[in-house]
């Protein structure tokens, strides 16, 4: 008598085949899905450190007088809450918001004594391009605090609604400068 597989057997051996082969299918999905967050994230690291370097730099100066630094304001007032309009819905254009914070607070900056900052006061656009990114800044400081925080979120530009529910990039910067005399 020859030994051989039953249909049965080869019926099953079938179905354990497909089910391996489809969930191995499934997994093509995740990886776009991954391999494309990991595009947008790369693109948002880029763009924050577009953004918050010269704030920092400029911050972290060291001739910049203790009474000055003081007299930073929070950009925007409300924080991230200024990002919402009046329905609740985050801002269809949150970058032109964070461009507006961004030269509010190198406006600022520029205008420390004995020239602590003189670099360009315009937004750090280089790194948008041809990334589709929308950002959100918000520069918080107390009158008396020796630190500045700094938050920074970046979204693809077709998503605004979304800015609030992405990463956070956040720094803190300490006063260096000089002492009132």
Not at 134 to 162: N, W
């Amino acid at each position: 008598m020859k030994k051989a597989f039953t249909l049965i057997e080869v019926n099953l051996a079938m179905l354990i085949m497909a089910g391996g082969i489809l969930s191995i299918v499934g997994l093509y999905a995740f990886g776009f899905r991954e391999n494309r967050q990991s595009r947008e994230d790369v693109a948002a690291t880029a763009l924050a450190d577009s953004v918050m370097s010269p704030l920092v730099m400029a911050l972290s100066a060291t001739n910049v007088k203790w009474s000055t630094f003081r007299q930073l304001e929070n950009y925007p007032d409300r924080g991230w809450a200024d990002y919402f309009d009046s329905s609740g819905i985050v801002s269809k254009d949150p970058q032109e918001k964070a461009q507006t914070v961004f030269a509010s607070v190198m406006g600022d900056i520029r205008y420390f004594p004995d020239g602590a900052y003189d670099g360009d006061t315009s937004f750090p656009s280089a790194a948008l391009n041809g990334t589709g990114m929308s950002c959100g800044l918000v520069v918080l400081h107390d009158e008396d605090s020796a630190i500045v925080r700094i938050a920074f979120r970046a979204v693809k530009t077709e998503m605004p609604g979304q800015l609030l529910g992405m990463p956070l990039f956040f720094t803190e910067v300490r006063f260096q400068g000089l002492p009132d005399k």
